[in-house]
């Protein structure tokens, strides 16, 4: 049991919503628009912005408002800082899911009843 | 994008002292005591008390009495059905790890520096 995998997972991506405001504006180097990244993530427009003002606040994300058709349109991108980060974190994730299913598979390996197609050859 | 892939972590399980706790009674078929899951995860008696109870109320996990050299010692597992919850909150986890991990991959290989490993061969 190493603790400290589950401790180094930054907590600022970790809730579900933001995890995937942040896979989505990775996607891209361009950045995505208000309205896209509200659609993509099933959001409310309340929803959405409050997410970004804490992304915006640790620098994770950049938003600029543009001018397209005549009418004003906010582009939001991960800063580099942001990709970083959120790249640590995923690596985090990932270190913190494979000791979690290696718990499940030793426990299921050592039961007598073998589930998941572990079953003996008939 | 998938948000269905979001939408499905489990809130119980994803808080990673939660993630820490799941992990450590996962491992083994005959839970642990207070005190080594407390060890374990490097919880205070209040915080661990707290979760404990939010798991039990969800049925995930069964707390037991037992006398152990003269003294009450609390053994703590996951029940079945909460074994199997948590197994899938794993799988649905790796979905949006792998999503995430596929968006900054695209990013990665679509820019024209490509850092980690990817540069052409001399």
Redesign the interface.
């Known amino acids: ?1 190493t ?1 400290s995998n ?2 180094s ?1 930054e ?1 600022t991506f ?1 809730e ?2 933001r ?2 405001i ?3 504006l ?4 361009e950045g995505l628009s208000f309205q896209d990244l509200k659609s ?3 959001l409310t427009d309340g929803n959405l912005n409050r997410h970004l003002k804490v992304l915006q606040e640790s620098a994770i994300i950049s938003q600029k408002k543009t001018i397209r058709n005549e009418r004003i349109s906010t582009q939001i991108r991960l800063t580099a800082r942001g ?1 970083k980060a ?2 640590q974190y ?1 690596e985090s ?2 270190a ?2 494979k ?3 290696g ?2 598979d ?2 299921t390996a ?2 007598s009843t073998l589930p998941l197609g572990r079953k003996a050859r008939a």
Chains 1, 2 share one sequence.
């Open positions: 049991m603790p589950f401790e997972l907590r970790h579900p919503k995890l995937a942040l896979s989505a990775a996607a891209g180097t993509d993530c099933r990709r959120f790249i995923l994730l990932e913190v899911l000791e979690a299913q718990a499940i030793t426990s050592s039961k």
